[in-house]
DNA sequence: TGCCTGCTTCGATGAGCTTCTAATCAACGG
DNA sequence: CCGTTGATTAGAAGCTCATCGAAGCAGGCA
């Protein structure tokens, strides 16, 4: 461990006024600016990253046990290991040992920018329909 | 063409219900659910088809010519149609040729869904202020 | 202390993806 | 009709990624 453990930070998020207000559709992205965002989307292109994070997200919890989450699927432990690991590192989720088990939990903010980047221009309309 | 042309459908978008109100945090995505969302995040993360699609987003006129996008990299022709091609098929762009020229224009429904999707969970308070 | 369980890391393998060059198809002009 | 320009398709090379088995680490219990 302690190699690229740091978790992946675009260009356009840490500019304040331009995190929630810049969508795809606003102005055409500089290529610095894909090259650190499309990691994000690849770290959720992934059935098993999606289910993984929707199982996440839904617990009442707040947060769930790996051994919950390995049994949601046909997968070995490594492999899950693996994609939270990816998860983790795209700064998508957290994770924490609690004496035996270890807990993950959502970072819910970069998904929500990555909800408003590829989200209508106007928020407005969003839910409506 | 005229080969496997169809955009790609997702089994949550098609429930009419569920289209807009059913976030990754709502409820757990089933297998088949998370099988059919990937490969949309999967076409878009690529630092190349995050720009084409933002390129052809913001175009005023709504829609951009292949010329156009092929001059904004350096790459070749045949590398950008491929990725074009991807975008298509995810049912994200479309296309027409008039002329000489063929012409490329975002389909903005697929994306609007895929922003809820991973959106917070209560759209109601998104935009409505 | 020693063992057992839970989770992660390591190393390897097979599939998929990105990119290229070469060739093909479509439209226009002389 | 033929040549030129614009765009796509075909095929191949190189790289990345998903998955597994084996091994390693951390915590609890007798």
Redesign the pocket.
Known sequence: ?S?Q?LPIIDARMDTPGAACCAPLACEPLSESEAVELA?LF??I?????LRLLSLIACHEDGET??????AA??????????????LKQAGLID?E????????WIEPAVLARMSALIGPASPALAGTA
Not at 65 to 70: E, G, Q
Not at 73 to 86: C, W
């Open positions: 461990m190699k453990e990691p690849k770290a292109a992934d059935p098993v990253r046990c790996v051994c919950d989450l390995t699927f046909d997968l070995t432990p490594p492999t899950i290991s693996h994609h939270l690991k990816v994770s040992r609690r004496g035996t088990w270890v807990y993950y």
